[in-house]
C-alpha cells in the first residue's frame, strides 16, 4: 500500500476537498447541492491546487526538496494556480456577461443553452489549496505512511 502513497494521497485529497466545498455550499446557502461533490469548479478551497499540491509536498516530505522530481510538480502546481485564478475565472465572468445577454435575448426566441459561471478561483482560494494540500502531504508521510 506504502508504494501507491503518490497516488492514494492526492485523490483522498479530491475527496475530501470536494467534501469540504459541499459543506461550505450548504452551510451558506442552506441547501443540498449534491453535484457539488462531483463538480470542482470553483469554491473555496481549490480542489485543482490541492490535488496538485498534495503530491507536490508529499515528493518534497518523502524524497526530499532539492530533488528533480520536487521542483517539477512545483512547476505544474503554479501553472495550474495560475489557469485555475487567471484564465478559469476570466472564462467565469465572460460566461456570467454571456448569461446576461443571452437572458435579454430570450424574448426574440434566441436559444443557447445556459454556461456554467462558476469556473475559476480567487487567490485566496487557491492559496487555501496550497494549504489543504500541503496539511494532507504531512498527514500522509507522517502519520499515515
Known amino acids: 500500500m506504502i508504494n501507491y502513497i503518490y497516488l492514494i494521497c492526492p485523490f483522498v485529497t479530491i475527496i475530501l476537498c470536494q467534501i469540504i466545498k459541499f459543506c461550505g455550499e450548504y452551510l451558506i446557502t442552506g441547501k443540498f447541492n449534491i453535484s457539488r ?3 470542482g469548479n470553483g469554491g473555496m478551497p481549490s480542489t485543482h491546487t490541492s ?3 498534495s503530491v507536490t509536498m508529499l515528493i518534497g516530505f518523502k524524497l526530499g526538496f532539492d530533488q528533480p522530481y520536487f521542483a517539477f510538480c512545483l512547476i505544474v502546481s503554479l501553472i495550474i494556480a495560475y489557469d485555475g485564478m487567471g484564465v478559469r475565472l476570466e472564462s467565469g465572468k465572460q460566461a456570467n456577461a454571456i448569461n446576461i445577454i443571452v437572458e435579454n435575448l430570450a424574448k ?7 454556461l456554467k459561471e462558476q469556473l475559476g478561483h480567487e487567490p485566496l482560494e487557491v492559496f487555501m489549496g496550497y494549504v489543504f494540500g500541503t496539511l494532507m502531504a504531512l498527514i500522509f508521510s507522517f502519520i499515515i505512511f
Open 51 to 53: 490535488f496538485i499540491s
Open 37 to 39: 461533490l462531483f463538480n
Open 108 to 114: 426574440t426566441n434566441f436559444k443557447i443553452k445556459h
